[in-house]
């Protein structure tokens, strides 16, 4: 039977979990920092947040505008040697410590480095939800190794067009385009993996072939953590579904005694 807390939980994790933010400032980067916490808050609370890097490097400079304005306490670690082990290793020291601790349901890990693929794989050993969050260049080792792997690409902050000049057909003179919608020149829109959506619906539908929104969703997620609609265009994963009328049928059934309704799909 699915229950009120279910519904709430289809496209989006308990908002009451206890979160502890790391950031590798040498892998993240401060742009996505507006978008990158109101992704964590869709996930939980997050109780600790912490950069760890060498702040007083003139690379560092855009964490350390950002920093006060979202509470974020930085990790200082001087670069005594080149390379960035160090700020790795501290780091993963602390996310232990803060393991220890038994204070918090799950780790957000904010770095496109695959040198904390094993400290992700501990985390959940002990039962912890780890959030990754990185660039689409990071290592699919460490995506896997998340129970769930956001792309910042798609949390950075949309930048409308510009108006363009265009020659009026009835003279020399010239007129502006009318604006356009606002896009976003740094996300990227990945082709519709058709097959593996099909088949995902089809694992996780019941015997009538109907399939609640929030099983399918998870079920995408566990087989693949890095899978996000937002690639493909779309907000949310009900939108993406319900876009696609050529491949779902989609119906919407009311929870037994409550007022809340829920998104069920079937391929065609």
């Known amino acids: ?11 989006s994790e308990d908002p009451s979990q206890r979160l502890a933010v790391l950031i590798d400032a040498d892998n993240a980067q401060a742009a996505v920092i507006e978008g990158l916490m ?7 609370e997050a109780i600790v947040k912490r950069i760890y890097g060498d702040f007083t490097s003139p690379q560092s400079a855009p964490w350390k505008k950002v920093l006060q304005k979202y509470a974020i306490k930085p990790m ?25 601790t038994r204070k918090f349901d799950g ?40 129970q769930k792997f956001v792309f910042t690409e798609v949390l950075r902050p949309i930048v409308p067009d510009q108006p363009t000049k265009e020659v009026s057909s009835e003279g020399s003179g010239s007129k502006t385009a009318e604006n356009k919608p606002p896009t976003d020149s740094n996300r990227m829109v990945q082709e519709f993996p058709k097959a593996f959506i099909l088949d995902a619906l089809e694992k996780s539908s019941d015997e009538t072939g ?39 049928v989609t119906e919407e059934r009311q929870v037994p005694n409550t007022d809340h309704k829920v998104l069920y799909i079937k391929a065609k």
């Open 107 to 146: 780790f957000c890990l904010v770095s496109s480095d695959s040198d904390f693929t094993g400290l992700a794989t501990r985390l959940r050993e002990e039962g912890l939800v780890v959030y990754g969050f990185g660039e689409r260049k990071t290592p699919e080792a460490f995506r896997n190794a998340c």
């Open 38 to 44: 109101a992704e964590i808050a869709k996930y939980g």
């Open 210 to 248: 109907w399939a609640q929104l929030g099983t399918f969703g998870s079920y995408l997620t566990k087989l693949q953590p890095d899978f996000d609609s937002r690639l493909f265009g779309f907000k949310k994963l009900s939108d993406l579904v319900k876009s696609k009328r050529d491949l779902f």
């Open 76 to 100: 200082q670690q001087f670069a005594y040697t080149t390379g960035k082990n160090a700020t790795d290793s501290t780091l993963i020291i602390d996310a232990m410590d803060l393991l220890y």
């Open 1 to 11: 039977m699915v229950t009120p807390r279910l519904v709430a939980k289809i496209e």
